[in-house]
């Protein structure tokens, strides 16, 4: 943000809720009066709610939900306006020797990854776009296969307890009212025994309106916004969140996915249902009568046999 900006929205905090006159703006920059209205609209497409009144000036009304890059930072959590993805700035820095649980988010990503190679449109302030590293110890690569799921069902919990009914559908969509709202990303590096490191991640659409969205996403997605009053900042529901995972991990590693049967049932809108299940290999449709212990999907495929699906997406 430009000084001239910063010295608008100083003027708007040290008289909160007065007009403020363009004269005295085009005083306190030494700018023009159409510069100060530039500015103002410069600030208006970043979020800010300012009215204007002929003979009075400019009044600050709102005010955009930006991240709080000092509280971030002050509890470990790396933060960068733009990136490509945050997950493959996480990766550099788990290659670079990053602890278990260290957390990394943007305001912006510029090509967001998807599962399946897709694109995750991850537009300036209105999403949360975080990764998780992860390095559990001990534990191999098979270990590690529904921790998309925990993280699913602690991330509908905690928006669930906020009045938000966040659903989650197998195994990677957060849902609301079948619309999708946040997916997960995890991907990890390591040996057929060992698991170097864990990356997962999470993206939330929080303020999105239906005209953030691109024309193909609109009858599919949705944001918190769109569906309720959002009344945490974002800020407050990534450390809300980040935190719920850690402890949430912590749990699934030591003790596995069986603690976290009982919570993601509870907000699945899976089970019960005919689906088409794509896999690497094709597709199958069936069923869906249960999860088991490890996280997989239990299918009744037309035969009336059971498949175990451990991995795939539902089309
Ligand atoms: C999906 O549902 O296809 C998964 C979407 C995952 C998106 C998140 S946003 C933060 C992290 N960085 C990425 O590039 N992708 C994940």
């Not at 990136?83 to 020797?97: F, I, P």
């Amino acid at each position: 943000m430009n000084s001239a900006k910063q010295v608008i929205l100083r003027q708007f905090k040290e008289k909160p809720n007065q007009y403020i006159s363009g004269e005295l703006l085009s005083k306190k920059l030494n700018v023009s009066r159409s510069a100060v209205w530039k500015n103002i609209e410069q600030l208006r497409q970043t979020g800010y709610e300012i009215t204007a009144c002929r003979n009075k000036g400019y009044l600050l009304v709102g005010e955009p939900d930006l991240l709080d890059i000092e509280l971030l930072q002050a509890k470990g959590i790396y933060y960068v306006e733009s990136v490509d993805s945050t997950n493959l700035a996480a990766r550099q820095l788990a290659e670079e020797g990053a602890d278990n649980f260290t957390v990394i988010t943007a305001e912006e990503q510029l090509a967001g990854r998807g599962r399946h190679g897709r694109n995750w449109h991850s537009p300036k302030g209105k999403g949360l776009w975080f990764t998780v590293i992860l390095r559990p110890e001990g534990v191999p690569p098979t270990g590690i296969s529904s921790v998309t799921l925990v993280t699913a069902a602690v991330v509908a919990d905690y928006l669930s307890a906020n009045n938000i009914p966040v659903k989650v559908k197998w195994p990677n969509d957060l849902l609301i009212r079948e619309k999708k709202t946040g997916g997960i990303l995890t991907e990890f590096k390591g040996e057929p025994d060992r698991i170097d490191y864990l990356l997962v991640g999470i993206g939330l659409n929080v303020h999105h309106r239906t005209v953030d969205f691109p024309d193909q996403l609109k009858p599919l997605a949705t944001s918190l916004g769109l569906e309720g009053e959002v009344k945490l900042k974002r800020t407050e529901l990534l450390l809300a969140i980040s935190g719920r995972l850690q402890q949430a991990y912590n749990l699934y590693f030591n003790e596995g996915f069986s603690l976290f049967q009982p919570l993601w049932k509870k907000y699945n809108v899976t089970l019960g249902r005919e689906v088409k299940v794509k896999l690497p290999n094709g597709e199958i449709k069936g069923k869906a009568i249960d999860l088991n212990e490890s996280g997989a999907l239990l299918l009744q495929d037309e035969s009336g046999t059971v498949q175990t699906i451990s991995y795939g997406e539902i089309i």
